[in-house]
């Protein structure tokens, strides 16, 4: 009887796949800061999350409250970096902001089109799988409009762990901006940050319950977080560095533990296509945000995270520690989630009279 219990956790299934996955959690966040590789507890968590998701039976998911709560310290933690110079550079800049966020649209959906050569997939899953922006969103609106989800949210998963490894490779490539300054706070300024840590995740998750939509966790906390840096009320806005590591670990769980067997499966005959159409339009993406960073007079990376065709939470949490442009890399990339999710509804019918479906939608 005793080693049934130990052997089991109510609900979760066999307890060896999690005592590994935090064993290589430990293991990975250790590797990654020997090697200065910017937020470790985000990749560690993601390597963890998918060796659960591969040997349990069932997708394992975390809970809503728990993925919300990562999102909220992400947005929070990135809402703090936002000051009058993010405002006045879109000000200043407005072509090059809306040219960024446009380009990187279009360059992915043009170049998802590979994923045609393929003779089960069709226009609108091709469009919806390469798609920059709003990864769960995008996936639900794949499904209402004819499109194969599992392909779309596998390659779009696919496609938020292949930026996440490149930054610490491109990171140094372009001239490492050194990341958000988070310094070490007195006890007095640690203080202050628990209070707005407290106040930006307690109003933009509570606004998050009332207006669901895609990312409204991180969008809205985001907001909350911004408003309260820029009111001047706190002195030294930002978020613990514990509480920071808390929201990585969770939001790179939650990768992780999309990247289940049934879609890795998926991947698996498609793969060479989606590594190619998803390299090219990194790439591009890339090429984007250096001639982006260029026009306006910012650091490399920060041009490159700015454009990067990933996952916004994962993205979010690598630009807070690798970039100094925290505020206007936010605002490109809401910007282009916001276009994606706006523009679904108008995709998906123009696709579909024109591709119709090689196969019935998963």
């Known amino acids: 009887m005793l080693t049934g219990i130990v052997r089991r956790m109510p609900g979760s299934g066999p307890i060896r796949p999690w005592l590994l996955a935090f064993a290589s959690y430990v293991v990975t966040i250790l590797a990654l800061t020997a090697l200065g590789a910017p937020s470790p507890p985000l990749f560690a968590a993601i390597v ?18 728990m993925r919300d709560l990562g999102m909220g310290l992400v947005g929070a933690a990135a809402g703090a970096n936002v000051d009058s110079d993010v405002l006045d550079t879109i000000v200043d800049q407005p072509v090059a902001v809306v040219g960024g966020v446009a380009a990187t649209l279009v360059i992915t959906m043009l170049v998802g089109q590979l994923l045609r050569l393929d003779p089960e997939v069709d226009g609108p899953t091709a469009a919806f799988a390469s798609i920059a922006g709003g990864a769960s969103g995008v996936s639900l609106a794949a499904r209402e409009f004819g499109a194969d989800d599992a392909v779309v949210m596998s390659i779009q998963y696919l496609r938020v762990v292949l930026v996440l490894v490149s930054v610490p490779v491109v990171a140094p490539m372009l ?10 706070p007195g006890a007095s300024d640690a203080l202050s940050q628990h209070v707005y840590t407290l106040a930006a995740l307690g109003i933009g998750l509570g606004l998050a319950r009332v207006l669901r939509f895609s990312a409204s966790a991180i969008l809205l906390t985001l907001v909350v977080s911004s408003a309260l840096a820029l009111s001047g009320v706190f002195a030294n806005p930002g978020v613990p560095g514990w509480a920071l590591a808390v929201g990585y670990t969770i939001v790179g769980a939650n990768v992780g533990l999309g990247l289940t067997r049934e879609r890795l499966r998926r991947l698996a005959r498609l793969f060479p296509l989606a590594m190619g159409q998803i390299l090219v339009g990194v790439v591009a993406c890339g090429v984007v945000g250096i001639v982006f960073a260029d026009a306006i007079g910012i650091a490399r990376i920060d041009g490159y995270l700015a454009t990067s065709p990933g996952g916004l939470p994962a993205v979010v949490a690598v630009a807070v520690d690798s970039g100094e442009e925290v505020g206007l890399i936010l605002t490109m990339q809401f910007l282009r989630v916001f276009v994606a999710l706006a523009c679904a509804p108008l995709i998906g019918p123009l696709l579909r009279r024109r591709s119709p479906p090689t196969r019935p939608a998963a």
């Open 48 to 65: 963890a999350g998918c060796l659960a998701a591969r040997r349990l039976p069932d997708q394992p998911q975390l809970p809503g409250p």
């Open 175 to 184: 001239g490492d901006a050194g990341g958000a300054h988070l310094g070490a």
